[in-house]
């Protein structure tokens, strides 16, 4: 267990698309000795995430897209299957995932829920993601989705059956962490 930490240092080393830095804090132990360390933080944001579920037809709305990171990291492709997402920006999370919702599916919901929030990648990232989910029918549905126009999100809007999304978990092609948190969630809670 460390206690008294302190800042000593921040020093931006880019601000290119979101902010990295470079951190120079310090910590006291248990045994009372200080130490200081030297660690890189990317900072991107906070984000949300929602899976939209159809309890009656046991489907799910998932989203597809190239990810350049998953791409220089082994992925042929660099196509995902997602949950549908986006960073909070200026806004409030319930606001930012329902208006990420229709930009991205083309689904207009109203009434989300809202799961927890978790940090997907401590060791590294800032990022605090806030996980929503909701149901869909085919009456919300008012535009074909695929993302804002002018962010080149390219998305593909995915309709498929719970167990075979799970069934993609297991084989491999959904590879994204909160898509499978997600999943899990609404089958490890009978919802569908």
């Not at 660099?78 to 986006?86: D, K, L, V, Y």
């Not at 229709?102 to 800032?126: C, L, Q, W």
């Not at 719970?162 to 994204?176: Q, R, S, T, Y």
Request: hydrophobic share 35%; net charge negative.
């Amino acid at each position: 267990m460390i206690y008294n930490i302190k800042i000593i240092n921040s020093e931006i080393l880019s601000d290119n698309w979101y902010i990295l830095k470079k951190i120079t804090y310090s910590y006291s132990k248990k045994d009372g000795r200080s130490k200081t360390q030297v660690r890189e933080a990317y900072d991107r944001g906070n984000g949300a995430t929602i899976l939209l579920f159809n309890a009656d037809r046991k489907t799910v709305i998932l989203t597809r897209q190239f990810r350049l990171p998953t791409f220089i990291n082994g992925n042929e492709s660099g196509m995902m299957i997602e949950s549908c997402a986006g960073l909070l920006d200026e806004n409030n999370p319930e606001d930012c995932i329902i208006k990420e919702t229709e930009e991205e599916t083309g689904y207009r919901v109203k009434n989300v829920h809202r799961i927890f929030d978790v940090y997907m990648s401590p060791g590294a990232v800032t990022e605090r993601v806030y996980f929503y989910i909701a149901e869909y029918s085919e009456a919300m549905k008012v535009t074909d989705g695929g993302g804002a126009e002018n962010e080149e999100e390219n998305i593909d809007v995915l309709e498929m059956n719970i167990d075979n999304a799970l069934k993609m978990v297991d084989n491999g092609e959904i590879k994204d962490g909160k898509t499978i948190i997600l999943l899990q969630y609404i089958k490890l809670h009978n919802l569908i």
